[in-house]
């Protein structure tokens, strides 16, 4: 198997870069009292490597990759617990929609059969909480999973690029043996704090529906940028579709990043409504430190991660604005 079959079949992406590593990582992992390293994906061993580097004399990997030098197996399908371990992986990540596209749908099939998630990086969380400690290098989009997050002890967001082969928004997630409240749970970007999962959690936009929007339409009144550009001056934002820099006639049903929006308002009040979404949206992206907007590959030139706006919470900020405008009208009913 070739090595670009290997990424796509397998969802490799190896490790070779350390600065995940942060100092309340670093803390985590010397608090527990594990004196093995055991990472059950473990590739090339770049994770195994780190941690002989932090003190562990005893490490341990499996691998379903025959021609590395790991213990053959499946981990996606049952890892065993080792005693007196801390799991530190990279686990594989793909999508049903990612192996359908490439391909090779057909040779991940049986994982997908067997769980509920869309990516199979959760199957690898499922599997690796067999154990009492962990650290995992996963998608960025974990935090907006509905996977229950109660066994972790933090989540950390890293800016920089970790991949050399991909552009792949990640983080790293601490877990222990103990359930916790979401209080407890901390949240990271890069090397500072800034709130508990809880305090996030409670900032979620949740629309109501309860006024007619309709997203991707060409008669619509509003254009939505909904991913920031590399440029820090271009981020998303609502805006007459004259505005838009775009060839609007190129969106479909399907449109995810670029949009037109109809709603049942006059004309002359748009700009009132454009105006009061863009600054609930300035406003949630400065509570929410952006972590609640879906990871965008690649960084703004500032080094910050791009951000794309879901629709629903577009359709939430836009309900907002919309009752600003009109706040003694009588809404109407999808």
Known sequence: MDAIHKKQT??????????WLKNHILEFIKSTPATIAFDPFAGNGDLLRVAKTIGFKKTK???LDSNL???NNDSLLF????DNSIIITNPPYLTKYSASRKGVYESVRKYFDICKYDDIYQLAIERCLINDYGIM????????????????????????????DTENPI???????KNKPYNQVKIYKNDKFIGDLEYFEKLRRVPHKNIYIKFNSPKGQIALRAVDTTNPERQIAFMRPEQMDYNLSNIR???????????????EIIDKIIDHSNNLLIDFRRRTEDILLSPFKGNKKNGERRRRLDYLTARAILEDAYESVYPNIKLRLL
């Not at 969802?11 to 870069?17: C, R």
């Not at 109809?262 to 004309?267: K, P, R, S, T």
Request: with cysteine; net charge negative.
């Open 137 to 164: 290098i996963i998608p960025e989009t974990f935090i907006n999973s509905k996977f229950s997050k109660s066994r972790l002890v933090s989540i950390t967001i890293i800016e920089d690029q970790l991949f050399n």
């Open 69 to 71: 030098n790991w213990t």
């Open 10 to 19: 397998l969802g490799q992406f190896f490790t070779t870069n350390d600065f």
């Open 61 to 63: 990997g499996f691998d």
């Open 253 to 267: 049903n399907s449109s995810r990043l670029i949009t037109v929006i109809e709603l049942n308002a006059n004309n």
């Open 79 to 82: 890892i065993p617990k080792i």
């Open 171 to 177: 983080c790293v997630i601490c877990f222990d043996n």
